[in-house]
């Protein structure tokens, strides 16, 4: 089933938020739904999206499952907090690393997140809330990505000939899955989102898992966790289109106090891109790069080699896994 495109602009953006809240109402009726929030720009557009549509009637979640980036639960809770949106946290750290655990390969990885996200935390969920439908961000760059057998997004279903309602209890509601991320940014901006939220880089759905070649731990997450607020901040300056860190799975040789010492090796990506679909390394600065080296080898206990990668889109991906 193919999804026609529609490119937002500034003229036919109320018109889609309007559409979309519209058909929201519809669907959802009387009823309740629910929603995950992560703070990236797709989740958060569409809880706006719901709000707009449901009000109260939508229950809005951040999952804490242990792999976000450094202190996500408070910043995009204070945020939604100012735009009158009540986000209830739910520790399920502990059911994800368990799913994860002595898993290697990325798409395992990946299914056990599904698995572990929609049928375990959210199965739980719409029991006590007494929801019917899960509001969700899908795009379509990640419809794209899956059906051609890239990457299995987690958040993709019907495409794959899973229908949800059979597989999990509750129906799924996808109003911005005709969008690519530029388009989604244009309709975050006009539901009021700051610039913090709407102009954010992209995030993962599997977050810091995809970010860990090889098996996933908390141990290994701190450490990527750590790299990823490094890069973070020193290209905050950079308009690129994302930019990220990688904790590869072997280790490899060092030196420290003129001893060896082997250790772990982080990989940066930089990407200039519009939607995803196609990127180019960004061409960073040397000193840029010299001072995201130093800062990780120094800053991190264990890491003894820094790489930044120029490999475009293709044959390369954005995220790693």
Not at 35 to 47: E, M, R, Y
């Amino acid at each position: 089933m193919s999804i026609e495109e529609i490119i937002i602009d500034d003229h036919n953006v109320k018109e889609f938020v309007e559409q979309k809240t519209a058909e929201i109402s519809v669907i959802v009726g009387d009823g309740i739904a629910i929603n995950a929030l992560s703070g990236g720009v797709d989740s958060s557009t569409v809880t706006m999206l719901g709000h707009k549509a449901l009000g109260e009637r939508l229950k809005t979640y951040f999952i804490q499952n242990g792999l976000m980036r450094k202190d996500e639960p408070q910043k995009v809770l204070s945020i939604f907090k100012e735009l009158g949106v009540n986000v209830e946290i739910i520790d399920a750290q502990d059911e994800f690393f368990d799913a994860l655990k002595g898993i290697t390969d990325p798409e395992e990885k990946r299914e056990a997140i599904t698995q572990t996200f929609y049928k375990k935390v959210f199965g739980k969920l719409v029991q006590e809330s007494g929801a019917k439908f899960l509001l969700q961000g899908t795009i379509l760059t990640d419809v794209d990505e899956t059906v051609a057998g890239i990457k299995r997004q987690h958040n993709v279903f019907e495409q794959l000939g899973i229908d949800p309602q059979k597989a999990f209890g509750y129906r799924i509601i996808e109003p911005l899955v005709q969008l690519r991320k530029d388009s989604v940014r244009k309709v975050g901006k006009y539901l009021g989102l700051p610039a913090s939220i709407f102009d954010r880089i992209p995030f993962p759905g599997p977050a810091l898992a995809a970010r860990v070649i090889g098996e996933v731990t908390p141990e290994k997450i701190e450490i990527v966790r750590q790299a990823t607020h490094i890069v973070e901040t020193e290209l905050a300056h950079v308009s690129a289109f994302q930019y990220l860190a990688i904790l590869h799975q072997d280790k490899v040789t060092g030196v420290r106090d003129g001893k060896r010492d082997f250790g772990m090796q982080i990989e940066i990506r930089c990407w200039d891109s519009i939607d995803a679909r196609i990127a180019e390394p960004t061409r960073l600065p040397y000193h840029t790069l010299d001072k995201l080296a130093n800062r990780i080898v120094n800053e991190i206990p264990g890491v003894v080699s820094v790489t930044y990668n120029i490999t475009p889109k293709p044959p390369s991906t954005i995220e790693a896994i």
